[in-house]
């Protein structure tokens, strides 16, 4: 007998009961709930898609068990499905007849009207969250090579200086948000964060520099596993980043020659919210 079975007949057997008692003749119709919540367990990303509409979930082209024993399946799967993908169903939603239903992604954090904070919010989401999803590979971390590694060590000292700034950005960020690594036009990096789900495309912002790497610093990311301790969540983080995609991104730009009267860049810089604060969605309340 399977598990359907058992989950069904205590319901039958008492319905049969019923009947013969007040001897009445009627088929009792059985809710099937919790069967489907058996059925969904164990779930694949494919199995998902977003509302109609311009913006599609993006495809996580791994398991959700496959980062496994760093980052776990159960935290995996409610991520994605439970939180990327209603943010991607609400962007759907608010860009309807709005300029920003035709716009790319980037272009409408690029276009952004802070006042849209729902577009904002959404948009802001989806795209860190994408950015965030595509920086993680199974059987990665290590450590990056060639033009990136020469700059981490340039600019934090060592390939370990750079984990432990990375990571104590990460514990010092004051509720949800977002630590990032960015490069400026000349190649220099250094650590950002930003809040709620604001994103360095933004314009209003002004951030500059190109993103390579993004955690995600909300406890929906973290909880189930690490709990309170979001240091070992962030220096777990290291050992599913996928090197390969980060490299990609910086070597996607012309760097220019820093010019000789400039002082060195700062390694690590902590961006207000200049404009208007962004209510969060329901969504996003949801999220934590
Ligand atoms: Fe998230």
Redesign the pocket.
């Known amino acids: 007998m399977n598990k359907k079975n058992l989950l069904i007949l205590p319901f039958l057997a008492s319905a049969v009961v019923s009947c013969k008692k007040d001897t009445l003749v009627e088929v009792v119709d059985v809710p099937a709930t919790p069967i489907v919540a058996v059925d969904q367990k164990g779930g694949k990303p494919s199995d998902l898609k977003a509302t109609e509409g311009p913006f599609q979930l993006y495809a996580l082209p791994f398991d959700y068990n496959a980062l496994e024993p760093h980052f776990d399946a159960t935290t995996m799967e409610l ?1 994605y499905s439970k ?2 993908l209603p943010f991607v169903n609400a962007l759907n939603k608010v860009v309807i007849g709005t300029k920003y239903e035709v716009l790319e992604l980037d272009a409408i954090l690029k276009n952004l009207n802070f006042s849209d904070t729902e577009v904002r919010n959404n948009a802001g ?1 989806v795209y ?2 994408n950015f ?1 999803f595509e920086s993680l590979a199974p059987k990665a971390g290590g450590q990056p090579e060639g033009e990136l590694s020469e700059a981490i060590t340039r600019d934090f000292g060592s390939y370990d200086d750079f984990i432990r700034q990375f990571s104590e950005t990460a514990v010092k960020l004051n509720g949800s948000g977002w630590v990032w690594l960015l490069s400026d036009k000349y190649g220099r990096l250094r650590i950002i964060t930003t809040p709620n789900n604001e994103s360095p495309l933004m314009k209003g912002l002004g951030i500059t520099g190109t993103p390579l790497l993004n955690l ?1 610093v ?1 406890e ?2 973290y909880y189930l596993k690490f709990q309170n301790r979001r240091r070992e969540y962030a220096n777990t983080f290291f050992s599913v980043v996928n090197w390969d995609k980060v490299e990609e991104r910086y070597g996607a730009f012309s760097k220019m020659a820093v010019p000789k009267y400039q002082s060195p860049a700062p390694t690590s810089e902590t961006i207000e919210v200049p404009v208007e604060q962004a209510k969060p969605t329901e969504e996003a309340t949801k ?1 934590e």
């Open positions: 991520h939180h990327l989401a860190n969250h965030f995600d909300w929906h990311a999220s």
